[in-house]
């Protein structure tokens, strides 16, 4: 169980590290006016979207393997798989804005994307406490 959980834990990072930074990435991509700056910021962000969906897949394999492999239940599990839920939604709404932005049919400003980008971290905060302390 623990080799499940440190893959877990490894795979959650990676998707994490993918989703704190291609809206970063949206925030500099809605305020670039240079062709040569646009053209490597749809570059990067086509990579990072396609390098980071099949990490989100191992993560969210590794965690329905502790649930149903090992027995794990808990109020904090359904909380942390609703959180989990919108995190997958969210994550396809990157991937929506990635096309969007390909196409040049972003209609959003830098200052909604700055706000777009935080909540990752108000979803793992909530998480990582969910799953750690298990208040409930
Ligand atoms: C289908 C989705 C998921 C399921 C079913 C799931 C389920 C689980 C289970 C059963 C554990 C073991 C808990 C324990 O050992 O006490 C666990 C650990 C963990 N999960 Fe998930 N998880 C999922 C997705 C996620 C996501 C998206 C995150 C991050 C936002 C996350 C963060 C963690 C962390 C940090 C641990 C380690 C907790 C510890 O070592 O005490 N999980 N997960």
């Known amino acids: 169980m623990l080799w499940v959980k440190a893959f877990h834990i490894i795979f959650v990072v990676s998707w994490f590290a993918g989703l704190f930074y291609l809206p ?3 925030v500099n991509h809605a305020m670039a ?5 646009i053209a490597r ?7 990072l979207y396609r390098f980071v969906t ?10 329905l393997w502790l649930w149903f492999g090992f027995g ?13 839920a919108f995190l997958v939604v969210y994550h396809f709404y990157c991937g929506k804005l990635v096309t969007r932005f390909a196409h040049d049919e972003n209609v959003r400003n830098h200052v909604f994307y700055r706000f777009f980008n935080e909540i990752p971290v ?15």
């Open 24 to 26: 970063r990435i949206f």
């Open 33 to 37: 006016t240079e062709p040569a700056e």
């Open 41 to 47: 910021l749809k570059l990067m962000e086509g990579k």
């Open 54 to 63: 099949p990490i989100a897949g191992l993560a969210l394999i590794t965690g």
């Open 72 to 84: 794990f239940a808990g109020g904090w599990l359904h909380a942390k798989l609703a959180l989990v």
């Open 122 to 136: 108000l979803i793992l905060t909530a998480v990582v406490i969910l799953v750690t302390v298990k208040p409930f």
